[in-house]
Nanobody, 124 residues
Framework: VQLQAYGGGLVQPGGSLRLRCLLS????????LGWFRQAPGEEREGVSC????????TYADSAEGRFTISKDNAKNTAYLQINTLKPEDTAVYYC??????????????????WGQGTQVTVSS
């Protein structure tokens, strides 16, 4: 199983980014896809997750309103749209997957497979 995160970059405050997570090397109908981030000197934290079977989503309190998670099962891809970016959103963003369930959560230990991360830097 491989996960590859794309779409990070340097963005000015107030800008937007759309991160992508491409999954490959698996066969499953029920799995969860989560987005996490880790800022310098901070612990990794859950941002949002989606059930790839039924589309149910969960957001961290810090992500409500500005973050939108979505999926395209045909492309084995999940997305994280981030609007109105703030300097405190600066972090490495990771996607992760866990197979065999139709619900998702934001606990790091719930996920067995992780991508390499994509850097998001919000600065003027």
């Amino acid at each position: 199983v491989q996960l590859q995160a794309y779409g990070g970059g340097l963005v000015q405050p107030g800008g937007s980014l759309r991160l992508r997570c491409l999954l490959s090397g698996f066969t499953a109908d029920y799995y969860a896809l989560g987005w996490f981030r880790q800022a310098p000197g901070e612990e990794r934290e859950g941002v949002s997750c989606i059930s790839m079977s039924n589309g149910r989503t969960t957001y961290a309190d810090s992500a409500e309103g500005r973050f939108t998670i979505s999926k395209d099962n045909a492309k084995n891809t999940a997305y994280l749209q981030i609007n109105t970016l703030k300097p405190e959103d600066t972090a490495v963003y990771y996607c992760a997957a866990d197979f065999g369930r139709s619900w998702c959560g934001l606990g790091l230990d719930e996920y067995d497979y992780w991508g390499q991360g994509t850097q998001v830097t919000v600065s003027s």
